[in-house]
């Protein structure tokens, strides 16, 4: 074999090992994110587009029961999740034993609490039937709102965990209808008024501004994005998300939800 050919097979085994160090790097630049049914998902959806223009592909997956995000993520079948507050991670966690943690926050969706029959809580009638959503942790977000309303009392204690067994006031007698929260803005027609989150408000057509109270933007249940504890620290996810948290996407949701869904960075 003369210099030529020789010189011509080292370059030709040295690009092959290139490439196949390479392909594993490729694969790799990939993410599977997944969300609840809604409008979370096309935050999360523009936020890839940018992801794509740096070299990172995202797959959004949307999952239509709100147990199955964080079930999919601890067992590795996503990478990230972004679709539930510290609360609703936490109580999983402890009933679950999931080994996950929360990262950084993404947006802000104020509850709020609608009714079709009164245009004040004040006007509640005794023995009102009043609609909070069934899991426990939402379920806690309607009860402090209505509690900030003033129309019941909780146990401090109780703190975040509480529920309708920690009401320690109830001067009009309500009694509290849980049910799915996708239900509850169709429940409007048949309850006093109901606690409904701004996701499944904003799918509903309900306006804020007809709610008669909302959620502050600051408060403890802003929407976190959730991984693995093994993988918080993935240079893929800390990249994602912050793609999400930039200005682009700050526009996007101003522009897009006019007020429903806020940026929470």
């Known amino acids: 074999m003369n210099r030529r050919s020789i010189l011509a097979s080292i370059i030709g085994l040295a690009l092959s090992g290139a490439a196949i160090f390479h392909t594993p790097a490729l694969a790799d630049s990939s993410l599977k994110v997944g969300v609840s049914a809604g409008p979370y998902g096309d935050i999360l959806r523009e936020a890839a587009k940018l992801a794509e ?20 993520l601890d067992a590795g079948e996503i990478d990230l999740n972004a679709f539930q507050h510290k ?10 034993g999931y080994k996950l943690v929360a990262l950084d926050k993404a947006i802000s969706v104020p509850g709020g609490i609608w009714s079709a029959k009164v245009k004040s809580l004040a006007d509640l009638p005794e023995g009102a039937r009043l609609g909070i959503p069934n899991d426990p942790t939402n379920g806690t977000r309607g009860l402090f709102l209505f509690q900030q309303a003033g129309v019941i009392k909780l146990d401090p204690a109780a703190g975040t965990n509480a529920s309708v067994l920690d009401i320690t006031e109830n001067p009009k007698n309500v009694t509290f209808v849980e049910l799915d929260a996708a239900q509850l803005p169709r429940s409007l027609d048949d309850l006093d008024a109901s606690f409904v989150s701004n996701n499944y408000a904003h799918l509903a057509g309900l306006k804020r501004e007809d709610a008669l109270i909302t959620e502050g933007t600051d408060s403890v249940w802003a929407i976190i994005f959730a991984a693995r504890d093994d993988r918080q620290n993935d240079p893929n996810i800390k990249k994602y998300i912050t793609l999400y948290r930039s200005e682009p996407i700050r526009a996007f949701i101003e522009q897009k939800f006019e007020g429903s869904i806020l940026p929470a960075f």
């Open 87 to 96: 609360p609703y991670l936490d109580n999983q966690i402890k009933a679950r």
């Open 53 to 72: 223009k740096d070299g990172l592909r995202v797959e959004v997956i949307e999952f239509s029961d709100w147990n199955q995000p964080n079930a999919a």
